[in-house]
């Protein structure tokens, strides 16, 4: 079982750009939340995808989007990038079902720098 | 709203210390409680969870109780080692939402011989 994987695991962009990020879940996992953790900080909850649609969105700008495929990989878009943005960015595959207690698995992380 | 608060970092300790990180919540359900370590360069790894009052989570020595009375969930641990030295997030989930996780702002542990 590869777990939860993210790539890239590091990248730079420059400010104004967008960057998509790709998260494939843990076999059998159905729900892909994302996080964002700015240095020295614990992670933000951004939103959660189930059944390829967002279900729950954190306190982020509408320049950070997403989606989710039928294989239930997902993709997080970041457009007109602030240096602000910079920060890890964590993936998090569950089991789905709303009330569901099923633990989150967390991948490496991308690292975003924006120069 | 839900919120989760830890102790300030970072800890210091020499080896074979006992560690104390405090971890309080506050939450309008009914939530589950979890630890979280990071070690440097990688993700987030789950340590312990409970999932309902009094319930003590365990692994790898450190322990954590799950105190409603005082709406805390302190991780312990007797006997720390230089491994040990990561950051440690205290993160809770009220059931019955989409569960999203909360977490605190973290801990830095470091451990010297």
């Known amino acids: 079982d590869a777990g939860v994987t993210q790539s890239p695991t590091h990248l730079i962009k420059t400010r104004g750009q967008q960057v998509t990020l790709r998260c494939s879940p843990k076999?059998?996992?159905?729900?892909v939340s994302w996080y964002q953790q700015a240095l020295g900080q614990g992670p933000q909850f951004i939103f959660q995808?189930?059944?390829?649609?967002?279900?729950q969105r954190g306190n982020f700008p509408d320049r950070f989007s997403g989606h989710q495929f039928p294989n239930y990989s997902s993709e997080l878009n970041v457009n007109a990038l602030l240096l602000g943005d910079s920060a890890l960015y964590l993936c998090?595959?569950?089991?789905?079902?709303?009330?569901?207690?099923?633990?989150?698995?967390f991948g490496q992380g991308t690292r975003l720098t924006v120069v | 709203g839900d919120s989760v608060t830890q102790m300030e970092g970072p800890v210091t300790l020499s080896e074979e210390a006992f560690l104390t990180i405090n971890c309080t919540y506050t939450?309008?359900?009914?939530?589950?409680l979890f630890w979280y370590v990071q070690y440097p360069g990688e993700g987030l790894q789950l340590l312990l969870k409970?999932?309902?009052?009094?319930d003590k989570g365990s692994n790898k020595g450190f322990e954590a109780t799950y105190r409603k009375e005082t709406t805390s969930f302190h991780l312990e641990k007797g006997s720390v080692q230089v491994s040990d030295s990561a950051v440690y997030f205290c993160?809770?989930?009220?059931?019955?939402?989409?569960?999203?996780?909360?977490f605190g702002a973290g801990t830095r542990l470091a451990v010297h011989p």
């Open positions: 995808y189930y059944e390829e649609e967002e279900r």
């Open positions: 993160a809770l989930i009220v059931w019955g939402g989409y569960n999203k996780l909360i």
């Open positions: 939450a309008t359900g009914y939530p589950s």
């Open positions: 076999s059998g996992h159905d729900t």
């Open positions: 409970a999932t309902k009052a009094d």
């Open positions: 998090a595959s569950s089991l789905g079902a709303a009330g569901a207690q099923s633990e989150a698995f």
